[in-house]
């Protein structure tokens, strides 16, 4: 396993571009975010998906959620939802809240199902990676049915010899996990819920 600090990662085009090139061909990293680490991998790369259903130890057709940093990134993920749904939800993001939405076929990270979860988080220098190597999965770093980790010396002790690469962010803030809400059906459900206080979407106001 490679460690990498997340602020020497930014800065470096070559070190975004080999990032970026590991996750094509099926690397899984671990990435800070703004509750817990998380397990990233392409979410359109079917063997990437399998280490990490296989690294948590849980059921290899339960989805992954998604992180982006970008309207154009919700595009390429497939999401089929209304322009105004998701502008209420963009008066949301970056934000501890991952919505379920349906998308036009499914992907790896989705496991056959034509909805999925997507999150733009809140952590400022995530989004600047996202932003450089496109969306990622980011289920939670650990083992299934454990607490999730916030620290990366203890990720490095755990699973040192299941990940390609851990970017080191310190130990991220914890807490809750991300607010989960299905938005495929109206009006939205909450299927967790987390560090987000969901109440109702905003009212969309007019696009630029």
């Known amino acids: 396993m490679r ?3 997340i602020d020497d990662l930014n800065s470096s085009r070559e070190e975004t571009f080999h990032l970026r090139e590991l996750l094509g ?3 899984v990293v671990a990435l800070p975010t703004e509750t817990f680490y998380g397990l990233a991998c392409d979410p ?21 959620p998604v992180l982006f940093a970008s309207r154009e990134h919700v595009e390429r993920l497939g999401v089929d939802a209304p322009a105004s749904l998701l502008d209420s939800y ?10 379920v939405l349906p998308i036009r076929r499914p992907i790896a990270a989705s496991r056959g ?29 650990n083992r299934s049915g454990s607490t999730p980790l916030d620290d990366p010396e203890a990720i490095e002790a755990l699973f040192r010899r299941d990940i390609d ?31 987000y206080a969901w109440v109702r979407p905003p009212a969309a106001g007019p696009r630029p």
């Not at 963009?90 to 919505?99: G, H, M, S």
């Open 90 to 99: 963009f008066q949301i993001w970056p934000a501890p809240l991952t919505v």
């Open 25 to 27: 061909h099926g690397g």
């Open 3 to 5: 460690r990498i600090e």
């Open 165 to 195: 690469v851990l970017v080191d962010g310190g130990k991220t803030p914890g807490g809750k996990p991300s607010t989960v809400l299905d938005a495929t059906s109206a009006p939205p459900t909450v299927l967790r819920p987390g560090a």
């Open 44 to 64: 359109w790369s079917e063997p990437g998906v399998r280490r990490i259903c296989e690294i948590k130890g849980r059921d290899a057709v339960k989805a992954l």
């Open 113 to 141: 199902l034509v909805k999925l979860g997507v999150r733009m988080p809140a952590d400022r220098k995530l989004r600047m990676l996202l932003a450089r190597v496109g969306p990622v999965t980011g289920t939670s770093v």
